[in-house]
């Protein structure tokens, strides 16, 4: 496999011709040229052109804008690139092949929501016009697989931003409702959503070193000791590690509808006119059968604003009450204790912030971050920083 940078976000500053040079190639060796894009996307398409400022770098795919003229007007798509060999390193073949995993499964879940009994929420989702990759077969050698989905430019109607304000907020918590209630108790075969899940972390071998990653994080941040006036602060690792078993089986337990997996800020498009009662979910790459209090503990977590974090619980006891509303309409109950059990599935994401989110963190980043797309605010934001902080040490002090 040849060498690339770590992972990390690109900069946005960095254009990259080689990449721009690729990215017409389909995954099955063909060419999204005006011919391709008539037969498959629009018959009415007389040219087609992927415009330089519309192509983003990620960390975990490449996305660009692709221009489709005909005789009387513009179409523009948004298409999502993801192909390993084109991205950021990761520090193993096995987190690699656990990527590409999750890339199909993004791919599989669009193809679900096409039948009729999903209608209901497909106004939860883009429409997408084609996705596809290379055969599953090649999984196995990720350097070998290309994705490719293409869907509507939210762009005109929509926009994405690394941080939503408390009414912002209220819509997410509604739209994680909806979804969560229509595959209530219907996902039971399912992998687990989410890339913080234990299991699927161990390979990433930070779990066992917590304590020491943690001790070091408080050497970079020692503005902490003086900040959060918590008994505990020093042994926040240990103690994470310690109960990282029982807080996944909490998550288990309750893991009883399909998750988004990855609901932050960038994965989501709030109406611009703000006349939206919804908003749209993109990159499902960690869909899965989940406990519902991930995606809001995930999304309020990573992108509530500075000044709405201490809101935190106002809006959990809001989704709580949608979520009973929805389910009362198909029959189902909340099941009892479901509220309570929000802190400990809080902290099984806390763990994987201070065990991995945060091991390379330190303020030059949180500078750096501010600038790039992708970056939530966990890592771009020093409140979020030491709310995080704060909350983990007093919940694990009672």
């Known amino acids: ?3 690339r940078p770590p992972e990390r976000y690109p900069d946005p500053k960095e254009f990259d011709e080689g990449l721009y040079k690729t990215l ?3 995954p099955d060796g063909k060419t999204l040229d005006t011919a391709w894009v008539r037969s498959r996307i629009w018959d009415g398409a007389t040219d087609t052109n992927i415009p330089k400022n519309g192509v983003i770098r990620g960390m975990q795919a490449n996305m660009f804008l692709l221009e489709v003229s005909g005789d009387q007007e513009t179409r523009t798509f ?7 060999s084109e991205l950021p390193g990761k520090a193993s073949e096995d987190i690699w092949r656990e990527f590409v995993k999750s890339v199909r499964s993004e791919i599989d879940f669009y193809s679900i929501i096409l039948e009729p ?4 929420i497909r ?8 996705s596809a990759g290379t055969p599953k077969e090649l999984d196995v050698r990720p350097q070998e697989t290309a994705f490719i989905i293409i869907m509507e430019n939210l762009s005109p109607n929509h926009y994405q931003t690394p941080m939503m304000n408390f009414d912002q907020a209220k819509l997410v918590m509604t739209s994680l409702a909806n979804l969560h209630a229509h595959f209530w108790n219907k996902v039971q075969d399912e992998e687990r959503g989410g890339f913080w899940v234990l299991q699927r972390r161990l390979k990433h071998q ?3 070193v917590a304590d020491e990653t943690w001790r070091r994080f408080l050497e970079r941040f020692p503005q902490l000791r003086d900040q959060v006036q918590e008994s505990n602060l020093e042994d926040l690792g240990r103690l994470i590690k310690e109960m990282a078993p029982c807080l996944d089986h909490v998550v ?4 009883c509808t399909r998750i988004h997996g990855d609901a932050k800020g960038w994965n989501l498009f709030f109406g611009k006119d703000g006349s939206e009662e919804k908003i749209l979910f993109i990159d499902l790459q960690w869909t899965g059968r989940g406990h519902p209090l991930q995606d809001v503990a995930y999304a309020l977590t990573t992108t509530l604003s500075p000044e709405s974090l201490q809101r935190m619980d106002d809006l959990v006891d809001f989704y709580i009450q949608v979520l009973q509303d929805e389910l009362s309409k198909i029959g189902e109950i909340l099941p009892p204790g479901l509220r309570d059990s929000y802190n400990q599935v809080w902290l099984d994401y806390a763990r ?6 945060w091991k390379n963190l330190n303020q030059t980043s949180i500078e750096s971050n501010k600038s790039k797309v992708g970056p939530s605010m966990i890592n771009r934001s020093w409140e979020h920083v030491l709310f995080i902080t704060r909350r983990i040490s007093r919940l694990l002090n009672t």
Not at 117 to 120: G, K, L
Not at 252 to 255: I, L, S, T, Y
């Open 123 to 130: 106004n939860l989702f883009p429409q997408v016009y084609y």
């Open 1 to 3: 496999m040849t060498s």
């Open 252 to 255: 288990e337990q309750g893991a």
């Open 352 to 357: 994987v912030v201070i065990t991995g989110l």
């Open 206 to 208: 930070e779990v066992e």
């Open 117 to 120: 009994e999903h209608a209901t």
């Open 78 to 84: 948004l298409v999502k690139r993801v192909v390993p």
């Open 24 to 26: 017409r190639m389909l």
